[in-house]
């Protein structure tokens, strides 16, 4: 059974800080891999999303890599703001049709100013 | 882009009555949907898969005539929290994959929070 593991749990930093937020699966038979934020009380926004053939994704300030044989992929925030605090979700998903996402249990982030 | 759109965001009901949330794909066709339930503090937890025209595939320990899903066409999914209780109280989101769509790519509704009373 996929198994996703997310690292730190919680991670607090002053603002301007590049921080890395890791995430490995036990299955590497993956599809993809999707990066998520969710901010108190509300959905999910995805951010980044990886296909298994991709080694990384880059959208402004965030970066997503995969190492599909490792089973690891990890979130790198650039320049942090107050405003990028959020829980950060990472699911992996699979080829077959009638699959779901699999969620870690998410890193909760809090920026300082 | 494709977009889920779910209904109601928010409901608040009574112990003991039913409570349904839906679950449309507004510019895709969806065969298959997913529900979850996140508690505060936890992650989303897979509830079951919704099939067109068939019945739903429910996770272990999830209580199928307690949460009644009906997939009748192929851009809506609805779920049914029968006789609510407080402990039902969470966030319900859903998700429906766009089978044609670039990378096979699941999206998600807004999310449900249920509170129970």
């Known amino acids: 059974k996929q198994e996703v593991t997310q690292i730190p749990a919680a991670l607090s930093v002053p603002e301007g800080e590049n921080l890395v937020l890791n995430c490995s699966f036990t299955d590497s038979a993956i599809y993809n891999l999707q990066w998520f934020r969710q901010d108190p009380g509300k959905g999910l926004t995805s951010l980044l999303l990886i296909q298994s053939s991709q080694r990384e994704q880059t959208s402004g300030r965030l970066n997503a890599s995969l190492d599909k044989s490792s089973g690891r992929s990890t979130l790198y925030i650039a320049a942090s703001q107050p405003g990028d605090s959020a829980t950060y979700l990472c699911?992996?998903?699979?080829?077959?049709?009638?699959?779901?996402?699999?969620f870690g249990k998410g890193t909760t982030l809090s920026v300082s100013s | 882009g494709a977009v889920v759109s779910q209904h109601p965001s928010r409901v608040i009901c009574k112990s003991g009555t039913s409570v349904k949330i839906e679950c449309r794909s507004l510019?895709?066709?969806?065969?298959?949907m997913f529900w979850y339930r996140q508690f505060p503090k936890q992650s989303l937890m897979l509830m079951a898969t919704s099939n067109e025209g068939s019945k739903a595939t429910y996770e272990q320990g999830v209580e199928k005539d307690k949460f009644l899903i009906n997939h009748a066409s192929l851009t809506l999914s609805t779920l049914t929290v029968t006789s609510a209780h407080p402990e039902d109280s969470s966030f319900y989101i859903c998700s429906a994959r766009d089978l044609m769509g670039e990378g096979n790519t699941i999206y998600f509704g807004e999310g449900s929070w249920l509170t129970v009373v």
């Open positions: 699911a992996v998903g699979f080829n077959q049709a009638g699959t779901a996402l699999i």
């Open positions: 510019d895709f066709q969806a065969t298959t």
